[in-house]
């Protein structure tokens, strides 16, 4: 069986769904989440669904009975991400899982963006488990921008410079996940994942305004400058600072990968800029 944790996200929904369009028996796929009334539609898809909270250490063993290989997803926790993973790693270990992958951060070991730390810690406490592992280290997800709302303002704003980010589709990185928990041969492997084609946000905000036909710039701002912006639109701190944090090492090319992985795992091209941007303004 494969279990996926932080299921009714995003990335973990989209590698549900990618598991089963790789020939998964739904049966013996097994959707882990904090709350099982919210996994109706999983449910639905004839999969698994069980309690698995990361901050609550008796539900987490019990959820990977059975379980042979695991996507641990990384938690949204800016407080305390290293000890909810924590918990997943040993309770893996406990049930003796065969394969622990992790969704960590692009060239973890000397990125320095400030959410790097929480992944290098991460992908020490798995090797250190003994638990065979793949780390998927994943650049930035196109869906981190808002082309829509672009359009709205009539600017795309950070302070990433004319710096190239390697961003995929989610879906992308979903399906890479699921091609390394379905195929053999991925045994403590680290990947760095990214989209075949980097680009600038000056490039993105080109491409919006091409398709919208409406004016949009890209608006560079100081670090503070940018992460107060964001406080201002109702971000909290600690996201704000993150999210102003990493547009300055994407300026400096800790977001940027030529790897190819990404395409490589999954059969074919990333996601476009264009057609990123062409289902953002759908």
Do not use: C
Not at 21 to 43: E, F, M, S
Not at 59 to 83: C, E, I, M, W, Y
Not at 188 to 200: H, I, K, R, W
């Amino acid at each position: 069986m494969i279990a996926v944790t932080g299921a009714t996200g995003h990335l973990g929904q989209l590698t549900i769904h990618a598991l089963l369009d790789q020939g998964a028996a739904p049966h013996d796929v097994v959707a882990l989440v904090r709350d099982p009334q919210k996994a109706a539609a999983l449910a639905a898809l004839g999969v698994q669904v069980r309690q698995a909270d990361y901050t609550r250490p008796d539900t987490l063993s019990p959820a990977l009975q059975g379980v042979d290989k695991v996507l641990l997803v990384s938690s949204n926790d800016f407080v305390d991400r290293v000890g909810q993973h924590r918990r997943v790693v040993e309770a893996a270990k406990q049930a003796g899982v065969k394969l622990l992958a992790y969704t960590s951060l692009l060239r973890t070991e000397t990125s320095r963006l400030s959410l790097a730390a929480d992944h290098k810690a991460t992908e020490e406490l798995i090797r250190a488990s003994g638990v065979p592992f793949v780390f998927l280290r994943n650049s930035w997800y196109m869906e981190n921008y808002n082309p829509a709302q672009a359009v709205q303002h009539g600017a795309i704003a950070g302070s990433a410079g004319e710096g190239r980010v390697s961003a995929a589709a989610r879906a992308d990185y979903a399906a890479a996940a699921a091609a390394v928990l379905t195929q053999p041969g991925h045994e403590n492997a680290v990947y760095e994942l990214g989209g075949d084609q980097a680009f600038t946000l000056s490039e993105l905000a080109a491409e919006v305004q091409a398709q919208s036909g409406q004016p949009v710039t890209y608006q560079d701002m100081p670090q503070d400058a940018y992460a107060q912006m964001l406080r201002g639109v109702g971000l909290p701190g600690a996201v704000a600072d993150m999210l102003a944090d990493s547009d300055v090492y994407l300026a400096q090319g800790d977001l940027y990968t030529e790897s190819r992985d990404l395409s490589r795992l999954i059969g074919r091209p990333t996601t476009t800029l264009a057609d990123a941007v062409k289902a953002a303004l759908a």
